[in-house]
């Protein structure tokens, strides 16, 4: 049976969660949110779903920075390109493993879109230092 598309807030918390558990599992950007940020699901979820609500589902419904606490992360510990590109591998494989349609696949576009933005901004912005934008390697890993 196919999975059915993205349609309602309702949907991205099993999303959401089937996301961060990878996310705090996996060795590369695991420990951003288990050292670093020390992250409270719980807490934060609400927040994160309101985000990607107001991204996919147009509710408008998120008023927060969410470039800020990325900036906050980056200055404690830099994040990279192959961090970033390593979250996007992540978010597509929680959005496939669930979901398929063309929010789906906005999702997934959205989320690669939110990664290069933000990794500009972090190497680009004066704010971090180094390189801009993701290296051909870590541009190829963002879809493997």
Do not use: C
């Not at 807030?9 to 099993?14: G, H, I, N, S, Y």
């Not at 991204?55 to 200055?75: E, I, K, Q, T, V």
């Amino acid at each position: 049976m196919p999975h059915p598309d993205i349609a309602a807030r309702a949907d991205l918390e099993p999303l959401l969660r089937r996301f961060y558990a990878a996310a705090f599992a996996d060795p590369s950007i695991g420990p951003f949110f288990t050292e670093v940020a020390r992250l409270d699901l719980e807490a934060h979820l609400p927040h994160i779903t309101d985000f990607w609500e107001s991204a996919l589902l147009r509710s408008g419904d998120y008023r927060r920075n969410a470039f800020a606490p990325h900036l906050g992360l980056h200055r404690r510990r830099p994040l990279t390109a192959a961090h970033f590109g390593r979250w996007v591998q992540l978010w597509r494989a929680a959005v496939d493993g669930l979901y398929a349609g063309p929010v789906a696949e906005r999702a997934k576009a959205q989320g690669e879109r939110i990664a290069r933005a933000m990794l500009g901004r972090l190497t680009d912005g004066g704010t971090g230092g180094g390189e801009g934008g993701f290296v051909p390697l870590a541009a190829v890993l963002l879809r493997g």
